[in-house]
């Protein structure tokens, strides 16, 4: 670890969000370390998507503030959030490659609409991170040829095109199967060791978890309920966490 | 109570469109100085809305003209002389018929495009990953497309003109036996440039509505192939009410205002 990665880079204060009727978020505190790889976890629906979306500012929220390096980001205008975003990766639930788009249009296109690069530089940037995902050969294919894991791989190469700071990962491995799954993992642990970039992984299947993070936080009825490391979480006496990550129906949390 | 619940939800959500709307709009009429930006895409946009929507103009037109011929003639049966068919066709397709016609069937074929594809890319979240790289989809997905499809239904229409005339010509000969010179005599007689102008002004702005209409739906997407169905069959039915109210304003406003007969 160096400089950049000390104190907090997102710092999450009294976020509440709500969409009609039903409240998704009631008051989430949350710190976010430099180069740290943080987990939340929580039950399918209990608004850790909507989290994510909240940090990278594509929802606003009813109230509270996100500081992203000191700044309020609810604050931002439009052309802030862009900047702000130009720090910012993200591998989408659904890998989200535009599919009009080859691969390889796929993982350049930020640097073609944001960086003074010759189309041959472009290129062999874009292969570099094809590489780092081990996807060279499908440069010029185009998503639908691709199967799902292999799709991950390219938004995976699309997220850290631009070197970001900061790498939000929404349900990586869902869909996968376990072999697949485990394979994204190690290369969310290399990419986040190599970039020296914070991670931000969003997801509901524990071992996946266990792998991936430095810190686990667990999303529970709109709040944050639980925060430690790994080996915490494992011997954690909290009957929830305990519940999630037994993964057993009977317990303080209802299953229907 | 009931009904009075339902007004009440049908009015919000009337307004909540046309906020929606105009907030779109308003997006659109900031970004317009970095059109020149995306020449690229306009292009490749007007070869998909233009150049693709040849064979359905062709085949319409063709034989919209050919109808108006027939019926005209039967129209005129025992009262008009067959020398003015030619008149008749000629003023209704530059007028309306080839205006409106290819703006109902272009917005059809452009406008379902258009929201299936922005659509889809809302629900799978394309656009979400267009916003994360610092890429505006309005400016990246709408402007192209407002700018060429404005652009191309004037081209379309003019095309579509012709061929209806055509039709009209071959069908008036072969089946109500006036010859091509007394039709193009009939044609010339009453011509007005201002009707040729006046019609292919009106096409501007259908070129804009079938692909605002498209893109907003598409924008408004929720849910997944349901929602896609359902905003693909609003972009249609919207962008063609649309067309025919503003046909009609902008007839008033064009023939009654501004070409007004002397």
Redesign the interface.
Known sequence: MNGICEGPIISIRGLHKRFGPQEVLTGVDLDIGSCESLVILGRSGCGKSVLLKLITGLIKPDQGSILFEGEDSTKFNRQKLFDMRMNFGMLFQSAALFDSMTVGENVGLPLVKHVHKSDEEIREIVLEKLRLVGLTDVYDSYPAALSGGMKKRVGLARAVVMEPQVVLYDEPTTGLDPIMADVINTMIRELQHELDITSIVVTHDINSAYRVGDRMTMLHEGKIIYSGTPEEMRGTDNEIVRQFIEGRAEGPVRAV | MKIFAMLGRFFLGFIEEIGGMFLLLWRVIQLAPRLFRNIGNILIQMEKIGIGSIPLVLITSVFVGAVASVQAAYQFQGYIPLRFLGAVVGKSVTLEVGPVLTALVVGGRVSAAIAAEVGT?KV???I?????????PVEYLVLPRLVAATLMLPVLTVFADFLALVGGMVVARLAVGVSFSTFEDGLTMFFRYQDLVGGLLKTFVFGFIIAFMGCYNGFRTKGGAEGVGMSTMKAVVSSCLLILITNYLLAFLIFSVIFAPD
């Open positions: 890319m799978t979240e394309q979400d990953a267009m916003e994360m790289i610092a890429i505006d």
